[in-house]
């Protein structure tokens, strides 16, 4: 098993709030890890930590390691913009800019420097291809993007970070502002992009969790309970904890 | 339930018969103070009277050295405060992170837009002509007037920036864009209303000021190039109606000035409009 990306007694603190406790875990390559627990287990967080997106927030502190391709990201010499184009993120809420679809796609290219327009052309295009969307907007580039429906849009921000061609999405729940059918789209999605990325999804939907992951991750009250295959995970689940959650006993 | 819905109905009816009154009285003061100015200052317009400035020798009464000396101030507060406060609201929305100090500044500034005028004017005067040994000028009117509306235009700066989504931030950060990449490609350009708003009410502000103005630009009526009138006692418009009324006694003047004063306003407001529509679009 080749982790590309890896966490070593990962803590944070939001001020006094300790919402991740001592976390080690392995995300393979090429595989799609998904990240379950209740509201407010800390697998949001988590996930956001590994594209040091935490840093926007005021008063967090993290201490332990989060290792990608073995560089620790905390290290004072990286640069969180190199972080961020290898390890990208998509939201929970669709958020393209208000921008034509083709600028919403260029926008990571160009911020890395890529300026010219044949090399532009043949990236967005790829790029919606890759997230499936090309062929409904193929003739309304230079339309706002604003102007697509949910499920769409979300596609269409899928597509803008597959742009800057990353090694890892991160997917902060991207199907739970969308329609079942958008949803079955991304799920569908999500298992033709692992030939290419190593994907981490957080997802409050165990079916979600079963059908698209190949391990499984289940958090609760800021510890990481239990990981395993996903199979392995929902079958035979080693934590009473866990067995309790999937079945429905809460959460 | 008949009685008590009939009831209703007329409550509503009431309330609403009294929302549209006080819709009406707004809409009919303002007719009417425009339409005042406009019947009674537009016949005092001629060709002359904008294109001349006042001699007694040549016999001519013209307010072009006014209307010149109100372009220029707008011109020169603008080009500074216009950086200088869209700078400093980035500063405060997108990069302060020490809240408290930034609440504190807030409060400061929203305090500052509303300070009387003429306290700009006497500060304006002690510290540009006392201190730093300006003259009279359009100068030290300038830069009064600059310290006057800075805290409009970082108000209302900060206020549009707070508007953009902060979703759009994350998605731009999570692509690796820079802080600075950031607010330039997708906060400003989703800010530009409100900086335009916030311009349109500098410049209401400027044009309409007579007070800070008559401390530190003088009342001056005589044709200057821009350079020149930097540091020559230059009067703007609504310092020359003040001056026509106060010393002159001279209504009709006073009216047609007026006139111009609304005409002028009128245009900048739809040039910034259109400016911002622009910029919008880019």
Known sequence: MNAILKTEHLNLWYGQNHALKDINLEMPQNQV???IGPSGCGKSTFLKTLDRMNDLVPSVRIEGKVMYRDQNIFDPQVDVTWLRRHVGMVFQKPNPFPMSIYDNIAYGPRTHGIRGK?????IVEKSLQGAAI??????????????LSGGQQQRICIARAMAVEPDVLLMDEAT????????SKIEDLIAELKKTYTIVIVTHNMQQATRVSDRCAFFLHGELVEADDTEKLFSVPKDKRTEDYITGRFG | MEHLSWNRRIYDRGLRALLYLCAGITVALLVFMIGYVFYRGLGGITWEFLTTQRSLIKGTDGILPNILNTLYIIFLSMIIVLPLGVGAA???TEYATNHKLLSIIEFATETLTGIPSIIFGLVGMLFFQQIMGLKYGILGGGLTLVIMILPTIVRTTQES???VPQSYREGALGLGAGKWRMVR?????NAVDGIVTGCILAVGRIVGESAALLFTAGMGGVLHNFADALTTSSGTLSVALYVAVNERGDVQTALAIAAVLMVITLLINLLAMVAGSRLKNK
């Open chain 2, 161 to 163: 920036l707070k508007t």
């Open chain 1, 118 to 122: 044949k090399q532009l052309d043949e």
């Open chain 2, 90 to 92: 980035i500063y405060l």
């Open chain 2, 185 to 189: 490609t997708v906060v400003l350009p």
């Open chain 1, 33 to 35: 890890t998904a990240l």
């Open chain 1, 134 to 147: 090309w062929d409904e907007v193929k003739d309304r580039l230079k339309k706002s993007a604003l102007s």
């Open chain 1, 176 to 183: 739970s502002a969308l329609d079942p059918i958008s949803t």
